[in-house]
């Protein structure tokens, strides 16, 4: 099991720009797996982005490419989550979770969540 802890989140008008972060703590970090989720009120957890223990491959929820960006620092033990152009329907809880597999789309796959931090986008 790896603890971690998101970062970041706020208030933003409608396209502005965030930055997440999700710090880690544990020695195995550079051998996860690392997601990134979102939930809004009333709806399910949606899965936003993943990212390989090496961080050469991502990939994204189709709705999200080209807006989303993940990136990590294995050296730091964190997970970056970009996000850009932001619209008032990506208000919502981010979390990042860490799993053994690359990739993985689905919240059963990941072993260890952070507490998740509010993303709020005023329009």
């Known amino acids: 099991q790896v603890q971690l802890v998101e970062s970041g989140g706020g208030l933003v008008q409608a396209g502005g720009s965030l930055r997440l972060s999700c710090a880690a703590s544990g020695r195995t970090f550079n051998s996860l797996a690392m997601g990134w989720f979102r939930q809004a009120p009333g709806k399910e957890r949606e899965f936003v982005g993943t990212?390989?223990?090496?961080?050469?491959?991502?990939s994204y929820a189709d709705s999200l490419k080209g807006r989303f960006t993940i990136s990590r620092d294995n050296a730091k033990n964190t997970v970056g989550l970009q996000m850009n152009s932001l619209k008032p329907e990506d208000t919502a809880v981010y979390y990042c979770?860490?799993?053994?597999?690359?990739?993985?789309?689905?919240?059963?796959?990941?072993?260890?969540w952070g507490q998740g931090t509010q993303v709020t986008v005023s329009s």
């Open positions: 990212i390989s223990a090496s961080g050469a491959r991502t």
């Open positions: 979770a860490a799993g053994l597999s690359y990739p993985s789309f689905y919240f059963y796959d990941y072993h260890s």
